[in-house]
T-cell receptor, first 113, second 111 residues
Framework: GNSVTQMEGPVTLSEEAFLTINCTYT??????LFWYVQYPGEGLQLLLK?????DKGSNKGFEATYRKETTSFHLEKGSVQVSDSAVYFC????????????FGDGTTLTVKP | DAGITQSPRHKVTETGTPVTLRCHQT?????MYWYRQDPGHGLRLIHY???????DKGEVSDGYSVSRSKTEDFLLTLESATSSQTSVYFC??????????FGPGTRLTVL
């Protein structure tokens, strides 16, 4: 079956530091890939996505590139802010069945001033 | 923000009692999902629906049933709640673009 493996947390950074959260996946075919973010007490919300190989998703200074050759979708941000503190989830949806999404376990990011 | 509401938002119940959680959407999206979120396990899919009266199991469906009699409503039922079903439950919806939009969650405690 499909699987998503995320870098284990928690991750603690100082403000303006560079962020990388690793994500690798196992799936047949060409799934769509997503990063979702969850703030305390809320549901998940889409951060960015990519639907085919070599696509780059970007939003709010975050970026991730769909790498088919390494089955990866690592999340990066050049300069984090305190407001970026949240839990980040990598996920995939098969192109053959939108109902069967798979999520990683989540990575908790804390940014200190 | 996508129009998704969940009710109740918090519930405390006793082992062995039936519990029904409701998800309501105003977006007319085809797909609806129920997930549970537990520490160390991320989000795990319980059941999903791809249309009215069309549902399928996810990876952790044992002990749960669902129903979708209208496009806008997706019900999750715990026939006989157990302590292992204490969790935060999220409903989500999606259209053809695969992006899922999540509700605010229901915190369920089974004593």
């Amino acid at each position: 079956g499909n699987s998503v493996t995320q870098m284990e947390g928690p991750v603690t950074l100082s403000e303006e530091a560079f962020l990388t959260i690793n994500c690798t996946y196992t799936a047949t075919g060409y799934p769509s890939l997503f990063w979702y973010v969850q703030y305390p007490g809320e549901g998940l919300q889409l951060l960015l996505k990519a639907t085919k190989a070599d696509d780059k998703g970007s939003n709010k200074g975050f970026e991730a590139t769909y790498r088919k050759e390494t089955t990866s979708f690592h999340l990066e941000k050049g300069s984090v802010q305190v407001s970026d503190s949240a839990v980040y989830f990598c996920a995939l949806t098969p192109n053959t069945n939108a109902g069967k999404s798979t999520f990683g376990d989540g990575t908790t990011l804390t940014v200190k001033p | 923000d996508a129009g998704i509401t969940q009710s109740p938002r918090h519930k405390v119940t006793e082992t062995g009692t039936p519990v029904t959680l409701r998800c309501h959407q105003t977006e007319n999206h085809r797909y609806m999902y129920w997930y549970r979120q537990d520490p160390g396990h991320g989000l795990r899919l319980i059941h999903y629906s791809y249309g009215v009266k069309d549902t399928d199991k996810g990876e952790v469906s044992d002990g749960y049933s669902v129903s979708r009699s209208k496009t806008e409503d997706f019900l999750l039922t715990l026939e006989s709640a157990t302590s292992s079903q204490t969790s935060v439950y999220f409903c989500a919806i999606s259209d053809q673009t695969d992006t899922q939009y999540f509700g605010p969650g229901t915190r369920l405690t089974v004593l």
